[in-house]
């Protein structure tokens, strides 16, 4: 997949792509050629992970997404005007809360232990539906007795 994006991004008219840029509003930083993420990766509690992710049941971290696009670039200083989400398959694997201020940040609470999926979006709203990453496998492990 990434290699279609960057293919595609390659030949996108530079009018389009500065279509694109001016439509997340002006008051973003500028250094970002594009806020349009190809890639993230997770960190849960500031250790970054790999799938498959794994959480445990009755227990809440700090999920921070880090987007890239393209470029490779960072979008971290978009944040003010973009935001990320995460959706659980089956939903009874964990809650989802955004962290108050921070739109790439989600507190997730493990859920029923089981297996399943974890979705990675990407928006200009809290609903984060404009682009959407392919499922990754998740395990919600029981807590040690």
């Known amino acids: 997949m990434r290699t279609t994006v960057r293919s595609l991004l390659r030949f996108m008219p530079a009018a389009l792509g500065a279509a694109a840029i001016g439509?997340?509003?002006?008051?973003?930083?500028?250094?970002?050629?594009?806020?349009?993420p190809v890639t993230y990766?997770?960190?849960?509690?500031?250790?970054?992970?790999?799938?498959?992710?794994?959480?445990?049941a009755g227990q809440t971290v700090r999920v921070r997404i880090k987007f890239f696009n393209a470029e490779q670039q960072d979008l971290d200083p978009a944040e003010g005007?973009?935001?990320?989400?995460?959706t659980f398959n089956p939903t009874s694997l964990a809650t989802v809360t955004r962290?108050?201020?921070?739109?790439?940040?989600?507190?997730?609470?493990?859920?029923?232990?089981a297996t399943g999926s974890i979705e990675v979006s990407f928006g200009h709203d809290a609903q984060a539906?404009?682009?959407?990453?392919?499922?990754a496998d998740v395990t919600v492990a029981a807590t040690s007795p």
């Open 99 to 113: 962290v108050t201020g921070h739109n790439y940040q989600l507190d997730v609470s493990g859920g029923t232990p």
């Open 81 to 86: 005007e973009h935001f990320g989400g995460l």
């Open 23 to 36: 439509a997340c509003g002006g008051d973003e930083v500028t250094s970002i050629t594009d806020h349009t």
């Open 129 to 135: 539906d404009e682009t959407t990453f392919p499922p």
């Open 41 to 56: 990766n997770l960190l849960v509690n500031d250790v970054a992970v790999s799938e498959p992710y794994t959480f445990t």
